[in-house]
């Protein structure tokens, strides 16, 4: 799991736990099954009726991206590398670049400078590549989607957990001994439901967006640099035109 995020849930949990202990709550009256059960279940149950059958397809590659360290590569490495394709291309032609564009592992840029070499044109190459980016950032808003919609039913559901504990506790009222901890147990799935919403599900959902921005971010240094290529732009110029477009703390950063 990344480390933000592990760190991030471990915080909640623990600022949740802590208030129960100071407030003199039992914190053990948090695994309760049956709220745990419904909020988790019936909440992803919602989630997945809300989709299509090819978005659930997809459901392990979202819980991957929500919960796995971001691949964002870095900046200056990509910099790096294209001023060093500059440099070849300005020497000796784009057609110099063939032999190593099949080295390439970033697929993106072995595609966009074989599109270069191949001769397309500068406009509908920068074109293609931006409605490559454009995809990519709409495939990920539905990913982000999927955990703020969880994030919205995970409180009602716990609710209705809620209501029906007390349904329960209503049936029972004959044996007041027995009406504390039924009523307690009630509005424990409610709990679950806030709590899962905002501890788990709308961060997650907001780390995908965060992951999506980061790496059109990088897509769209890696366009600018590809047109650049193509252009015979001079390497000198391609390095001082990428480095504007990263932010300056991560400037600083690959600098230190």
Known sequence: MDPATLIGFVVSLVALLAFMVMEGADPMSLLFLPAII??????????????????????????KMGAMPAKVPRAGAQIQTLVSLAEKARKEGLLALEAQVKGIDDPFLRRGLQMGIDGTDPEELRQVLEGEIAAKKAEDKVAAKFFNTMGGYAPTIGIVGCIVGLINVMGNLSDPAALGPMIAAAFVATLWGVMAANFWFLPMGSKIMRVSELQAAQMELLVEGITEIQAGTSPRAVRQKLSSLVPPSEVEREAA
């Open 38 to 63: 419904l909020v988790i279940l019936a909440t992803f149950g919602a989630a997945m009726a809300s989709q299509t059958m090819d978005d659930l397809k997809k459901l392990p590659a979202w819980f």
